[in-house]
Nanobody, 115 residues
Framework: QVQLVESGGGLVQPGGSLRLSCAAS????????MGWYRQAPGKQRELVAS???????NYGDSVKGRFTISGDNAKNTAYLQMNSLKREDTAVYYC?????????WGQGAQVTVSS
């Protein structure tokens, strides 16, 4: 069994910054990738960013140049630095970890961008 524990998130003004963390614990053999998806009310869940075990990162088009994902393999933890936040970034952000034959989701972290 694997647990993904998210931290960070909250309320921030437009133009501000937030940092999300996601730590995996439990019976971990190999993590192929970790990342975040987000879901706003009435919208489908979409990829925000992901990072592979080799460090290769992928970003959704709407966050390129503003968000940066990083990982610490020794700690089985991923980080998402979100800068220049916009109102449209408001959503629940879900951590996702891919272990090859199975994947897990975190509990979600609310990010609200509002003045």
């Amino acid at each position: 069994q694997v647990q993904l524990v998210e931290s960070g998130g909250g309320l921030v003004q437009p133009g501000g910054s937030l940092r999300l963390s996601c730590a995996a614990s439990g019976s971990i053999f190999k993590i192929y990738s970790m990342g975040w998806y987000r879901q706003a009310p009435g919208k489908q869940r979409e990829l925000v960013a992901s990072i592979g075990s080799s460090g290769t990162a992928n970003y959704g088009d709407s966050v390129k140049g503003r968000f940066t994902i990083s990982g610490d393999n020794a700690k089985n933890t991923a980080y998402l630095q979100m800068n220049s936040l916009k109102r449209e970034d408001t959503a629940v952000y879900y951590c996702h970890a891919d272990f090859g034959v199975i994947s897990y989701w975190g509990q979600g972290a609310q990010v609200t961008v509002s003045s």
